[in-house]
Nanobody, 119 residues
Framework: QVQLVESGGGTVQSGGSLRLSCAAS????????MGWYRQGPGTERELVAS???????NYVDSVKGRFTISRNNAENTVYLQMNSLSPEDTAVYYC?????????????WGKGTLVTVSS
């Protein structure tokens, strides 16, 4: 089993910043991808950002230029630096990790951390 624990959520005003952290522990496998999904009010869950073991990153269009994902491979920890936050970013953010690139790979999920951006 792999456990993912998020931290860093909270409430900020529009234009503010927040940094999320996700630490992986337990029976750690080769986690190729780590990243973040989010689900806001009346919104389907979407992939926000991901990073592989080589540092290649991917972002949903709505956060490009504002969010930065990074990972510490030695600590099996992934971070999401969120700047210029807007109310549209309000959501529960879920950390995820995958141990492969095929459809047979396992996906692990954190419990989620709430980010609220006030106007």
């Amino acid at each position: 089993q792999v456990q993912l624990v998020e931290s860093g959520g909270g409430t900020v005003q529009s234009g503010g910043s927040l940094r999320l952290s996700c630490a992986a522990s337990g029976s750690i496998l080769r986690l190729i991808y780590m990243g973040w999904y989010r689900q806001g009010p009346g919104t389907e869950r979407e992939l926000v950002a991901s990073v592989n073991t080589r540092g290649r990153t991917n972002y949903v269009d709505s956060v490009k230029g504002r969010f930065t994902i990074s990972r510490n491979n030695a600590e099996n920890t992934v971070y999401l630096q969120m700047n210029s936050l807007s109310p549209e970013d309000t959501a529960v953010y879920y950390c995820y990790a995958r141990d492969g690139i095929s459809v047979e790979a396992n996906t692990y999920w954190g419990k989620g951390t709430l980010v609220t951006v006030s106007s």
